[in-house]
């Protein structure tokens, strides 16, 4: 947020208590990174984009709406209703960019597998749209119960661009193959 003010006025929005209101609990992390691994992160990146450049891959972005949105139920579409509404009131704070802190578990072998294409689709549309993970590393509990195994920050070019993504043919495509979900805080 811009400042203090800003903050303020998000956080006392109805949008706002009402997404509060769904989070049964609330997580203390911390993040111990590896500094070697983090700077890898924008090489590796740079290096998959030049990639996709010689191999002159199809562009993933701007999306492509998904008509999957349009046919699922009514039930199944009102969350999304709720983070069109999330997205809209977020629009002054994040025109320019967003991050996405994900707290995330290892889970089994066959679940990582699984992972492994959404993961691999993601980090593509990343390395194509300067997007992306900025700092992974191992996840400290510091208070309470929480378990998880990484929290992995992630930037995106903004709200909007988030919004579009998660309607797209590109992201209905390769959701349904993630196993493991990662708790998400915007």
Known sequence: YPNRAAWDKAAASVQYRDLSARFASIY????????????????????????????????????KPSPLLSQAPPEARAPLKVFEEVIQANLEYG????????????????QRRANAGYGGEMFNLFAETGAGPT???????????????????????????FGEMIKSQFYTGIFGGKQLLSLIHI
Do not use: C, W
Request: proline fraction near 5%; charged fraction near 25%; glycine fraction near 8%.
């Open 28 to 63: 203390s992390l911390g993040m111990k990174r590896s500094a070697a691994l983090n700077l890898v992160i924008p090489a590796a990146l740079l290096r998959q984009r030049i990639a996709q450049i010689v191999r002159r891959e199809p562009r993933r972005y701007p999306f």
């Open 95 to 110: 025109r320019e960019g967003m991050v996405i802190v994900n707290f995330a578990k290892g889970g089994t072998r066959e």
């Open 135 to 161: 700092h992974r590393g191992k996840a400290v509990t510091l208070e309470g119960t929480a378990d998880f195994d990484q929290v992995i920050i992630v930037f995106y070019p903004g709200v909007e661009f």
